[in-house]
């Protein structure tokens, strides 16, 4: 009886020993930036206005440029059920289909029922394009 116990005792903690690393595995890789992305020129530096932005439609992407020479991505998807947010303006971006805000240079929610913030894509500023990097 022992026996089994020990065996089961064992089985359980190899289950959640398990458990722990797919989950901390998924975690990690939803941070990275997906492949087909990296090395992507998003838009030219000067097409992004200074305290504006741009949306990358085909890459559902926008990029702003919060104060001069800074460059920043945020995927355009909604976080609350997926709908496509509009264009920055006034330090904002909208989602038209509930009425949630995110600030377009953090990504941070403003205003729900969105709860969880936009994802941000690293970029640099390469030849005069913002590229993924
Ligand atoms: S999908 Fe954006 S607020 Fe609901």
């Not at 022992?2 to 064992?10: C, F, H, M, V, Y």
């Amino acid at each position: 009886m022992s026996q089994n116990l020990s065996r089961r005792a064992a089985l359980g903690t190899f289950g959640a020993a398990g458990l722990a690393s797919v989950t901390a595995c998924g975690a990690g890789q939803g941070r990275q930036t997906p492949q087909n992305l990296v090395g992507k020129e998003l838009v030219k530096a000067a097409d992004v206005p200074v305290g504006g932005g741009k949306i990358i439609g085909e890459h559902k992407i926008f990029v702003v440029q919060p104060s001069e020479g800074v460059f920043k991505a945020f995927s355009s998807v909604c976080t609350h059920q997926g709908c496509g947010v509009t264009a920055p303006r006034d330090g904002k971006v909208s989602c038209p289909c509930h009425g949630s805000e995110f600030d377009a240079a953090t990504g941070e929610v403003l205003k729900p029922p969105a709860k969880a913030k936009l994802r941000e894509y690293p970029v640099e500023v390469k030849n005069g394009a913002v590229v993924v990097v």
